[in-house]
């Protein structure tokens, strides 16, 4: 089966691509191209690279936004409901990472949020390589998580005090005002 969808970027630095593992209708893979002068692939949204062309990185971002867009204005489900929001994920981990973006359509009457990434997700962990994982495998692990915090919950160690979270977010506060200067 052909998954490269025919639009694609004019100046070559992006296509589009249905995932194998969707986690929703209408899910798309905005894969941002090597490029010929590119020592490697763009690896995530920090590569040094990508910030050495003005014109590619508006490329991507007017990309993704056109993309999104028609996709809310123009993508109805099998149940007839159209696109309420449509999140955008940059997500790569395995041995050959390379720049994409998820664009995942939220429809209407989906949970919402975060519960709506968690069900992606989900939905996706039934795909995903390797194959000698199982889904059920899969699932458990991340059941094993939910467990975790489900525990810290429990035992009243998952909510920060207030004094703390204030503490916390004074530090973060002026670190990243350091970092980010």
């Not at 867009?69 to 929001?85: A, F, H, M, N, Y």
């Not at 709506?116 to 390797?130: G, H, M, N, V």
Request: with cysteine; net charge positive; aromatic share 8%.
């Amino acid at each position: 089966m052909k998954r490269k969808l025919e639009i694609e970027d004019e100046m070559g630095y992006w296509y589009l691509v249905v995932p194998n593992e969707i986690g929703t209708y209408g899910q798309i893979l905005f894969v941002v191209k090597k490029l010929e002068g590119d020592k490697k692939h763009i690896s995530d949204i920090t590569d040094s690279e990508l910030l050495q062309n003005n014109e590619r990185l508006k490329s991507i971002l007017k990309g993704l936004s056109t993309v999104s867009s028609k996709l809310k204005t123009s993508l109805i489900d099998d149940k007839g409901r159209k696109v309420k929001k449509v999140y955008v994920l940059t997500q790569c981990e395995g041995k050959n990472t390379h720049l994409h973006f998820h664009l995942y359509p939220r429809f209407e009457h989906d949970f919402k949020g975060n519960e709506f990434l968690y069900t992606c997700e989900l939905k996706e962990a039934r795909w995903q390589d390797p194959p000698m994982i199982k889904p059920k495998k899969r699932i458990g692990k991340g059941k094993k998580i939910i467990e975790k915090f489900e525990a810290l919950l429990d035992k009243n160690q998952f909510l920060l005090a207030e004094e703390y979270k204030q503490k916390t977010s004074k530090k973060m506060v002026n670190e990243l005002n350091q970092i980010l200067k």
